[in-house]
């Protein structure tokens, strides 16, 4: 069962310090989407991707933020100059995108970070 | 806009006992509406989606939930808890009309977290 993947699984990063995340789609699904989860709470919407479009995003995704699903497949998550308020768990979502039906999204395992 | 709100941030339960997670929406439209699941060091897991094919939804695991357009809720029922049921569930409301085929960002409730007692 070839399901979302994400990697790492773990990061623990100083403030002010670059991190890049990774989502691997399952396999045909166009669109996918990143969440973020912070303790406590339900995941928030950050953005989504249609094949290789970014179509929507989130007003918390600052400009320190970037992701980009180059080709339509893979996506990068990017956080430039990262601060304590960043840690949190970044899920990671793709579905289908079927036009006929409601589209459900699966969620990957999340990659948690931790900015000391 | 649409939101959730789960009435209980905690419910704890006896193991053999009925389950009953309690969920209010609020959406301008006919919304999608969906229970997810998520153990701690796991991700989410779909449970269970309203279509509008019918307004009671079955599961994964026993699970069900119903839709009262009426009363604005999605509660989630299980006939039985068992001992593996214990995790966080999420209720979940699509940002677009059902079954349109939108892409659509989800907004998500706080959480219930069931705790299954022997």
């Known amino acids: 069962d070839t399901g979302v993947s994400q990697d790492p699984r773990h990061k623990i990063t100083k403030r002010g310090q670059n991190v890049t995340f990774r989502c691997d789609p399952i396999?045909?699904?166009?669109?996918l989407y990143w969440y973020r989860q912070t303790l406590g709470q339900g995941p928030e919407f950050l953005t989504y991707?249609?094949?290789?479009?970014?179509?929507?995003k989130s007003r918390l995704l600052s400009d320190r933020f970037s992701a980009e699903r180059p080709k339509g497949s893979f996506s990068t998550l990017e956080i430039q100059r990262t601060e304590q308020g960043d840690s949190a768990m970044y899920l990671c979502?793709?579905?289908?995108?079927?036009?006929?039906?409601?589209?459900?999204?699966?969620f990957g395992p999340g990659t948690r970070l931790t900015v000391l | 806009a649409q939101s959730v709100t789960q009435l209980d941030s905690h419910v704890s339960v006896s193991e053999g006992t009925p389950v009953l997670l309690r969920c209010n929406y609020s959406?301008?439209?006919?919304?999608?509406l969906f229970w997810y699941v998520q153990h701690p060091n796991k991700g989410l897991q779909l449970l269970l989606k309203?279509?509008?094919?019918?307004?009671l939804v079955k599961g994964i695991n026993g699970f069900e939930a119903e839709f009262k357009k009426s009363e604005t809720s999605f509660h989630l029922t299980k006939p039985s808890a068992h001992m593996s049921d214990a995790a966080e569930y999420f209720c979940?409301?699509?940002?677009?009309?059902?079954?349109?085929?939108?892409?659509?960002?989800?907004?998500f409730g706080t959480g219930t977290r069931l705790q299954v007692t022997l």
């Open positions: 979502a793709s579905s289908p995108g079927r036009t006929s039906s409601t589209d459900t999204q699966y």
């Open positions: 396999s045909e699904h166009n669109r």
């Open positions: 991707f249609q094949n290789e479009a970014q179509l929507e």
């Open positions: 959406s301008s439209y006919s919304p999608s």
């Open positions: 309203y279509t509008s094919a019918a307004t």
């Open positions: 979940v409301v699509s940002g677009t009309p059902i079954n349109t085929g939108t892409a659509s960002k989800l907004t």
